[in-house]
C-alpha cells in the first residue's frame, strides 16, 4: 500500500512527468496494474500525454513562430519550454504566456541565432492576439454617465480600455512579418528593422493589430497602468502629448470602452 501522503504522491507524479531522468522517489512502487505494462512504461505513457498536450497549446497559441523555425525546431523548443514551465491552469488557452521570455533568453544564448532576434516580439504579438481573441468585446461608451462621474470626482475616474486590448512596442517590424507568413509562400528574407508600435484589439468576433501614433501608444499605456482622468490630463499639462483630440478619437475607435470611478 502507498504510505505517501496525496500532496506528496502528486508532486511526485508531476515531477515524473515533466523530468523523466529525475528520480522516481518510491513514486513507481506505489503504481500497480496488470502485469503486460511495468509502472515505468506507464508513466511514459503519460508523460507523453501532458508533453503533448501541452505542445500542441503552444502550438495554436504560436502559429507563425511555428511556421518560421520549422516544426522540428519549434517542437524541441516546445518539449524545453514544457519541462521549465509546467501548466498550472486548467485551462489550455492560457498556456504559454511567458513563451516570448523563453524564446528571448534562448535566443540570446545561441551565438547563430542572431537572425532570429525578433522572434521573442513576434511571439508576444501572437500572445496578445490569443488574449484578444478570449476578452469579452464591450459595449459602447456611456458618454453622458461618463460626463457626470467626471464632474463630481475626477480625482477618482478611470477610463477603460477595451478588454483585451494589448499594446506592444518593438525595434523589429513584427507585424509586417506576421502579415507575410499569412501567405502559402512567404518571402525568404525578413524584412529589416524598424520600429513599430502596435495596438491589438477585438472587434466583430476577430482579432486585429495596427499601427499607432507614439501620442495615442503613450495614452493607452497610461490607461492600461490605471491612471486617473486626473492623472492623464496632466500629461497634457506636462507638455507630454495633447490628450483633448485624442479621446474622442480612441474611444470612436473602440480603444476605450468604459470608466470607472
Known sequence: ACSMKLAQLQDRVADALLNPDGPAG??????????????????????????????????????????ILGEKCFG?????????????????????????DFLRHWVDEQPDWAEFR????????????????????????DFDAFAAAAANDPESVRLLPAPGLGLLESPYP???????????DPPAEVPA???????????????????????????????MGGATLREVMGL????????DPLLPRLIAQYFITGFQH
Open 118 to 141: 525578433y522572434l521573442s516580439d513576434l511571439a508576444r504579438l501572437e500572445r496578445l492576439r490569443v488574449q484578444a481573441w478570449r476578452a469579452v468585446e464591450a459595449g459602447g461608451f
Open 76 to 100: 524541441g523548443l516546445s518539449r524545453r519550454y514544457v519541462i521549465q514551465h509546467p501548466s498550472v491552469d486548467h485551462d489550455l488557452g492560457s498556456y504559454g504566456t511567458a513563451f516570448p
Open 26 to 67: 518510491g513514486l513507481l512502487d506505489s503504481i500497480t496494474g496488470p502485469p503486460q505494462l511495468t509502472a515505468r512504461q506507464r508513466v511514459d505513457i503519460y508523460r507523453a500525454n501532458v508533453i503533448g498536450a501541452l505542445t500542441r497549446a503552444l502550438e495554436a497559441g504560436y502559429p507563425v513562430c511555428r511556421r
Open 193 to 223: 528593422a524598424g520600429l513599430c508600435r502596435l495596438v491589438v484589439f477585438r472587434r466583430h468576433e476577430a482579432v486585429f493589430h495596427q499601427r499607432i501614433d507614439p501620442a495615442s501608444f503613450m495614452l493607452l499605456g497610461a490607461l
Open 174 to 184: 513584427v507585424d509586417r512579418v506576421w502579415e507575410i507568413n499569412q501567405d502559402r
Open 236 to 243: 497634457e499639462e506636462g507638455g507630454e502629448l495633447q490628450v
